[in-house]
């Protein structure tokens, strides 16, 4: 492929504009001034790559996503660091999952070096967007079908789009503990699905479950696995991780679930920290009865854009249970402290996954 055409925003956001916009925007409602798009059909492969101004994408009704739902997505955070460098966290592994989500909807996917490289263009178009402090950059590529037919079979152009959302919390009231509702009506995943592919059609298979809960006056929804309801998956965004008193950590296996890169950076990082690591089943039932004999200490939910979370309480049809104290325990605390510190450029990268772009001196601050 040709390198990527650039054209930069005539009209971008003022300096002031932006500062106000980002001061504590809701998470995913601000958008920075530019987008890369990337085409693909049979005959060019990926092809007429651009950086262009955001602006609306106008697609035929006919378009084959509106009606088959072939849509994958990714998200990553990048970071100002401290000499003028942005910080991405791990692009590779989003490049490899967007890939694998690509294999099972049967869609096409950028190359990784294709996929990283539109991703350093839109932080250098854009690197005036990303946040000081607490907050930080986050991308979103996504890929949707691109051809005007309603046959069923999977569509013959794809549009690889990345756009950018200067963030900070993702749960108002910042680092609280969240309360949780266990949906035993809805299932997010079966075996042979789409569980571990990071689809938009598994959010909109969760959002009637995260309805119930919110009704419960939970923040999120936990799902157990569809053929028994009985073992924990994940919640509808976020991996789980269940602490023991003993120190062993426990965390679903992968399969039905989504394979999340903080997953697998906070199982690192809790080995790192001298805890058994442990991808085993945990059930619903041994949760609550691990919680209320103490032999749980602590449970945390964790991803990309909310990070680590504490559990505070868990709801579910027969009643409700506390995670210990109902607080934030000190490994959630740790694990999150170690993790943004990596990320940030705060610590040491002892596992190489802080990816360096140097920004244009116009936008080091
Ligand atoms: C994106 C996502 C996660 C978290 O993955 P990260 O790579 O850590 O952001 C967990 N579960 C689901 C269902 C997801 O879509």
Not at 68 to 89: H, M, N, P, T
Not at 121 to 138: H, K, N, T
Not at 264 to 276: E, F, K, N, P
Not at 335 to 347: E, H, K, V, W
Request: hydrophobic share 40%.
């Amino acid at each position: 492929m040709d390198r990527f055409s650039i054209s930069p925003n005539p009209v971008p956001t003022s300096p002031e504009q932006r500062a106000a916009l980002t001061l504590d925007p809701r998470f995913g409602t601000v958008f920075t001034d530019h987008m890369v798009t990337l085409r693909w059909r049979a005959e060019d492969g990926w092809h007429d790559g651009r950086v262009e101004a955001l602006a609306a994408i106008p697609f035929h009704p006919g378009n084959a996503a509106f009606h088959y739902g072939q849509q994958i997505f990714e998200g990553l955070k990048v970071f100002r660091g401290s000499d003028g460098d942005a910080l991405l966290f791990r692009p590779r592994e989003n490049a490899r999952r967007m890939q694998r989500s690509a294999a099972r909807l049967a869609m096409q996917c950028p190359p990784e070096d294709v996929f990283i490289e539109a991703l350093e263009q839109l932080v250098l178009a854009d690197a005036g967007w990303i946040p000081e402090g607490d907050g930080s950059l986050y991308l979103r590529p996504f890929i949707v079908a691109d051809e005007v037919f309603l046959g069923m079979r999977a569509a013959a152009r794809y549009l690889f789009c990345v756009i950018a959302s200067p963030v900070g919390p993702y749960f108002s009231g910042g680092n609280r503990a969240i309360d949780v509702w266990v949906s035993e009506t809805f299932s997010r995943a079966a075996r042979g699905g789409t569980g571990a592919a990071k689809c938009g059609g598994n959010y909109a298979a969760s959002l009637v479950a995260q309805v119930e809960a919110v009704e419960r006056g939970c923040d999120q929804v936990v799902f157990l696995d569809a053929a028994e309801s009985r073992w924990i998956e994940e919640l509808g965004g976020m991996n789980i991780f269940f602490v023991m008193r003993d120190g062993e950590v426990i965390t679903p296996p992968l399969g039905t679930i989504l394979p999340g890169v903080t997953r697998d950076s906070v199982m690192t990082l809790a080995s790192a920290a001298g805890h058994r690591v442990v991808q085993r089943r945990y059930s619903l039932e041994q949760w609550r009865s691990d919680a209320e004999s103490g032999r749980l200490v602590e449970t945390f939910v964790c991803g990309t854009a909310a990070t680590i979370v504490p559990i505070g309480h868990v709801h579910h049809g027969a009643g409700r249970f506390a995670i210990a104290t109902g607080a934030c325990g000190p490994l959630t605390a740790k694990l999150r402290t170690d993790l943004q510190g990596i990320q940030r450029g705060r610590a040491a990268d002892p596992h190489g996954w802080r990816h360096p772009l140097r920004l244009p001196a116009s936008a080091v601050r």
